[in-house]
């Protein structure tokens, strides 16, 4: 290396203006002068090795000076100014990514994938490094060395965003199963991260596989109920899951027949098979009833164990229609008598009954600001009344109906001044319209009260 020069250069070259200098000095001529060229590329590197010397530790020059032995088919040399860049700053991860950026274009496939393999062992938290190295390896074709570098990224617990590109990258190559163990992987990996749980029911969902869909959110519902209680965001992040898991059980009804081979296996086909012809219809119904009494009292103690952490409306809903939900699985038992049936009937529709008046209660009680919630509760309420058919009532619901009132309210800008009015829905529920009129009668009976002693003076 030249000696240490104390004056500073009037001007510093980039690597891609000595190229392009090299290209114009050398570009034209057939054929180059050795000697020329030795002078040429000495008084290049001595440059390189000054700037080096007036700022030490600034690995900007030792990258210029890399890509300039490449430019010049110098590349042991070029590996040997990264490396010496490396060692002043092997932390610098952009560093890593411009020297394996070099191999790669330049076509040593494999240098770069040892500089790749150096970096993530060096800076195994910084993402980038592993996306392009996986990156390099699917371009190259090498869809095994890809996934095995996924594996590795994945043993240092990364964020849930990196769990999801090996899932991506699973799918691409239509590997379902094996996107299935990241995803189970992920939530074991981050067990709190609702948003996980959710991803993962979903993309069993898209590929119809109901019930793996359903223990998903199960899953994700116990462990977040054996928390307990957190914070303003873990409370909002169950609530998020709570809904999403309404929706799913509002989408997706099981038949009786699927619920009884989920729960039981296919023996409860093959002996209906082999010696269910010597049972009385009735028999085959008391024991399909006792084995899918069990799975509706699991679900309705998790949908009272969801009640214990929300009451968003879309809970509600969905635990009065999975109570109501026995109305068609009965249905469509041919060896229950009209008898049972009428009476099974009843039972699911008292259930479906209980949760709605537990819900109304709630939002009369315990939330009476939520006005809106309340009045499409009794609307959910009245149209299932009507579905029950002679067995219904509307009259339960619709005497507790409150009325529309079109109102309007002014609006205040940024600044506090008036922006104008907005037209709104409020809500008069019947206990309200009746003190009101109470009022207004106490406030006329002390009118008259007073006019008579004013009067009678």
């Known amino acids: 290396m030249a000696k240490k020069n104390p004056r500073r250069a009037p001007i510093r070259k980039t690597a891609e203006q000595i190229l392009r200098e090299s290209q114009e000095y050398f570009g034209e001529q057939k054929s180059v002068d050795p000697t020329e060229l030795y002078d040429y590329r000495l008084h ?96 190259a074709g090498n ?65 119809g596989e109901i019930d793996r869909a359903r223990n998903v959110y199960e899953r994700a519902l116990e462990k977040k109920l054996a928390d307990g209680d957190g914070d303003g965001d873990d409370d909002e992040a169950a609530e998020q899951l709570f809904v999403a898991f309404a929706e799913f059980e509002e989408r997706y009804k099981e038949s009786e027949s699927e619920a009884l081979r989920k729960e039981f296996g296919d023996w409860v086909l093959i002996e209906d098979a082999i010696v269910g012809k010597g049972k009385a219809p009735k028999d085959k119904a008391y024991i399909h009833f006792e084995k899918s009494q069990g799975e509706r009292e699991r679900r309705r103690a998790l949908y009272e164990r969801l009640l214990e952490r929300t009451q968003h409306l879309k809970v509600w809903i969905s635990y009065a229609k999975f109570e109501a939900s026995a109305l068609s699985k009965d249905g469509g038992n041919p060896d229950l008598s009209e008898v049972d049936l009428r009476e099974r009937k009843k039972q699911s529709i008292q259930g479906a009954r209980r949760v709605f008046e537990k819900g109304i209660n709630y939002y009369k009680t315990s939330a009476p600001e939520m006005m809106e919630e309340r009045a499409m509760l009794l609307e959910e309420w009245l149209n299932m009344e009507r579905s029950f058919g002679e067995l219904g009532d509307v009259s339960l619901i619709q005497a507790m109906l409150p009325k529309k009132l079109k109102k309007r309210r002014q609006i205040a800008s940024d600044n506090g001044l008036s922006a104008g009015y907005e037209e709104y829905i409020d809500y008069l529920f019947p206990e309200e319209s009746q003190r009101t009129n109470f009022k207004i009668l106490e406030a006329a009976s002390k009118w008259i009260k007073q006019k008579i002693v004013s009067n009678d003076q």
């Open 44 to 139: 290049k590197r001595n440059d390189f090795e000054d700037s080096i010397c007036r700022v030490p530790g600034d690995t900007a020059v030792w990258i210029n000076y890399a890509k300039w032995e490449g430019s010049q088919n110098e590349f042991d040399r070029g590996r040997s100014m990264w490396e010496l860049a490396l060692e002043e700053d092997c932390r610098n991860h952009t560093l890593w990514c411009k020297y394996a950026e070099f191999e790669m274009m330049n076509k040593f496939i494999n240098h770069a994938r040892n500089v790749w393999d150096r970096a993530v062992a060096v800076l195994p938290h910084v993402d980038q490094l592993w996306y392009k190295y996986i990156r390099m390896e699917e371009i």
């Open 143 to 207: 869809v095994a060395a890809a996934r095995l570098i996924f594996d590795r990224w994945m043993h240092w617990t990364p964020d849930q965003q990196a769990w999801l590109s090996y899932i991506k990258f699973e799918l691409r190559y239509e590997q379902v199963e094996l996107a299935r163990q990241v995803f189970e992987r992920l939530v074991q990996c981050h067990p709190n991260v609702v948003s996980s749980w959710i991803k993962y029911a979903k993309f069993e969902m898209r590929r």
